[in-house]
């Protein structure tokens, strides 16, 4: 699988849209960009994952490039409860077990 | 979304004695499930997958005779840590999917483990 890499970590203001970018420019044409979050002493939480077009649930907006070689996840108005490590992770598609290899993500500190 | 469970969230153990840690899919049958370790401030480390019915597959580094894993059902798997001491004291996460693939993993609570 792609490696990807990400920012150690970033602040936001509560309130304001928190973008977060990741690049993977190694990604193969059927692997998948999946973002995770663990806030403190929990496990991981999906929050959204696509392939090349941009996608959208009401926790996260995911914006791929068209290259695909890198992308952006968007929380549109963070709040203090979005502080934490954000893990972008790129994930084979069919023949393959879907393991996650998460790097070190991102920590997001939304500030009030 | 997909409801996973982990048991104890918490335990303590003297050294030597062996600890199972329960990962089950609330509302999901989990043909796949995985688990993780993590220690503090690290990332998390996949140490084997498991599918049901078949032997898990371990991540080269760990010792599939000390972190036994069971996979008997679609909604169950444990994890046993065989003959535990202080070094395996650690966060244990697991995750499970079904059948699409790539399938989404949704994770657990976790479980501390404290090896005295």
């Known amino acids: 699988d792609a490696k990807t890499t990400q920012p150690p970590s970033m602040d936001c203001a509560e309130g304001r849209a928190a973008n977060l970018p990741c690049n993977h420019s190694t990604i193969s044409g059927n692997e998948y960009v999946y973002w995770y979050r663990q806030i403190h002493s929990q496990g991981p939480q999906y929050i959204i994952h696509?392939?090349?077009n941009n996608e959208t649930n009401e926790m996260a907006s995911l914006i791929i490039t068209e290259d695909r070689k890198s992308s952006t996840l968007i929380l549109p108005h963070a709040t203090l409860r979005d502080t934490a490590v954000y893990y972008c992770i790129v994930v084979g598609s069919a023949g393959n077990t879907g393991k996650l290899i998460f790097g070190q993500g991102t920590t997001l500190q939304v500030k009030p | 979304g997909a409801v996973v469970s982990q048991h104890p969230s918490r335990v303590i153990c003297k050294s030597g004695t062996s600890v199972k840690i329960e990962c089950r899919s609330l509302d999901f049958q989990a043909t796949t499930m995985f688990w993780y370790r993590q220690f503090p401030k690290k990332s998390l480390m996949l140490m084997a997958t498991s599918n049901e019915g078949s032997k898990a597959t371990y991540e080269q580094g760990v010792e599939k005779d000390k972190f036994l894993i069971n996979h008997a059902s679609l909604t169950l798997s444990t994890l046993t840590v065989t003959s535990a001491h202080p070094e395996d004291s650690s966060f244990y996460i697991c995750s499970a999917t079904g059948t699409r693939v790539p399938d989404t993993q949704y994770f657990g609570p976790g479980t501390r483990l404290t090896v005295l």
């Open positions: 696509g392939l090349k």
